[in-house]
């Protein structure tokens, strides 16, 4: 069955960046893509971005531009995510989510979730 | 960014009776190319992920109980629950994929 396995809550300090692993099984890594998706506290789930896990292309929501990175390593069916100058408003459960196309906009999978905490 | 609202914001519900959530798009998610609705329907219980439960506005994913069904098209539609199950107690979220994905707020349901 698919599935998708995210790495542990992080703490980060105000500044600092945050790197989140999305370990897939279940299914060919490279025929879907991988989303990101947030639920900060009490607030609707925010799409951060898409990472085509076939050829690495990626499109990230304009509100996170510059300071998020995507990546993959198709050897280990593995997609991360990093955000860089944190701040407390980046306090949040951050998602992986299946594609249900490479580059399909619809979402069919979801990983635990990695809480994320920006705290001095 | 294409806008979702929904309502009601919560609603308390006996079991066994209907449940109705709505949801509006601030602009059309139907495609001419394949006249198909770019609206999903998901199902958030406490501490777990959102679970897809409808796509393409009425089709039920896999394993869905048909007691979930969805509707509409162009900018409204809706997700009706035919007699609830202490189970479906969650946030339900509606999304739009027709382009960058935007999520509505979230309707709680709960038992009355």
């Known amino acids: 069955q698919v599935q998708l396995v995210q790495s542990g809550a992080e703490v980060k300090k105000p500044g600092a960046s945050v790197k989140v692993s999305c370990r897939a099984s279940g299914y060919t890594f490279t025929v879907y893509g991988i989303h990101w998706v947030r639920q900060a506290p009490g607030q609707r789930l925010e799409w951060m971005g898409l990472?085509?896990?076939?050829?690495?292309?990626?499109r990230y929501s304009q509100k996170f531009q510059g300071r998020l990175t995507f990546t993959r390593d198709t050897s280990a069916s593995t997609a991360y995510m990093e955000l860089s100058s944190l701040t407390s408003e980046d306090t949040a459960v951050c998602y992986c989510a299946r594609a249900q196309g490479s580059g399909s906009y619809l979402i069919d999978y979801w990983g635990q979730g990695t809480l994320v905490i920006v705290s001095s | 960014d294409i806008v979702m609202t929904q309502s009601p914001d919560s609603l308390a519900v006996s079991l066994g009776e209907r449940a109705t959530i709505n949801c509006k798009s601030s602009q059309s998610v139907l495609s001419s190319s394949n006249n198909k609705n770019f609206l999903a329907w998901y199902q958030q219980k406490p501490g777990q992920p959102p679970n897809l439960l409808i796509s393409?506005?009425?089709t039920r994913d896999a394993g869905v109980p048909d007691r979930f069904s969805g509707s509409g098209s162009g900018t409204d539609f809706t997700l009706t629950i035919s007699s609830l199950q202490a189970e479906d107690v969650a946030v339900y979220y509606c999304?739009?994929?027709?382009?960058?994905?935007?999520f509505g707020q979230g309707t709680k349901v709960e038992i009355k």
């Open positions: 393409w506005a009425s």
């Open positions: 990472i085509n896990a076939a050829n690495d292309n990626t």
């Open positions: 999304q739009q994929y027709y382009n960058s994905p935007t």
